[in-house]
């Protein structure tokens, strides 16, 4: 069984910066991808930024420049450090993993989303 637990929402001014950390714990095998979507009141959930196959990354054209996706491979950790943060960046943000599983018989490939953690830029 997978886990994401992600940490570091919280209540921002615009133009501060948050820091957010999701960590994948299971019976982990491999991470094809990981990484942060977000949902906004009303709005459909999107693609933030993303560690896909080898050290690709992959970043929505509004949070360029702005925000910054890393990982820790050791941790099965990504972080996403925002900066210039902005209230149209108010959301829930969820951790996402494309990932292999080992039973101690079978390897099993899975989707995987963290519980999301809000994150509000306002004045």
């Known amino acids: 069984q997978v886990q994401l637990v992600e940490s570091g929402g919280g209540l921002v001014q615009p133009g501060g910066s948050l820091r957010l950390s999701c960590a994948a714990s299971g019976s982990i095998s491999s991470i094809y991808a990981m990484g942060w979507y977000r949902q906004a009141p009303g709005k459909q959930r999107e693609l933030v930024a993303v560690f896909t196959s080898g050290d690709s990354t992959n970043y929505a054209d509004s949070v360029k420049g702005r925000f910054t996706i890393s990982r820790d491979n050791a941790k099965n950790t990504v972080y996403l450090q925002m900066n210039s943060l902005k209230p149209e960046d108010t959301a829930v943000y969820f951790c996402?993993?494309?990932?292999?599983?080992?039973?101690?018989?079978?390897?099993?490939?899975?989707?995987?989303w963290g519980q999301g953690t809000q994150v509000t830029v306002s004045s």
């Open positions: 996402n993993a494309d990932l292999i599983t080992y039973s101690g018989s079978y390897y099993d490939r899975g989707d995987y």
